[in-house]
Nanobody, 126 residues
Framework: EVQVVESGGGSVQDGGSLRLSCSVS????????IGWFRQAPGKEREGILC????????RYTVPVKGRFTISRDKAENTVYLQMNRLNPKDTATYYC???????????????????WGKGTLVTVSS
């Protein structure tokens, strides 16, 4: 059974930083595209960043260039999302999801993801 578990959410002030972690088990880590997505109340889910086993990074629709960075640690089977210069518009539940690279991998935003975590809440206050 594939398990995806997020951690690291919380409350921060405007301009602060957080690092989210996504631990994946039950599937060869290098064979997965693993991405971060978020959903704010009343809004649709949107994609942030995704990374493959070869460290190829896909940027989705959320404009986070220069503020958010995705990385992976093979030894820990974990993908990280470093978020800097957070603002209240970043408030959302953040989800990690994965898909085998021979299927959709990172290619189809959240539509192609097969394995989802339960999410972690990030709240940014002004």
């Amino acid at each position: 059974e594939v398990q995806v578990v997020e951690s690291g959410g919380g409350s921060v002030q405007d301009g602060g930083s957080l690092r989210l972690s996504c631990s994946v088990s039950g599937f060869p880590f290098d064979d997965l595209g693993i991405g971060w997505f978020r959903q704010a109340p009343g809004k649709e889910r949107e994609g942030i960043l995704c990374i493959t086993g070869s460290n190829d990074v896909t940027r989705y629709t959320v404009p986070v260039k220069g503020r958010f960075t995705i990385s992976r640690d093979k030894a820990e089977n974990t993908v990280y999302l470093q978020m800097n210069r957070l603002n209240p518009k970043d408030t959302a539940t953040y989800y990690c999801a994965a898909a085998p690279v021979w299927k959709m991998g990172c290619r189809d935003n959240h539509y192609g993801m097969e394995f989802w975590g339960k999410g972690t809440l990030v709240t940014v206050s002004s």
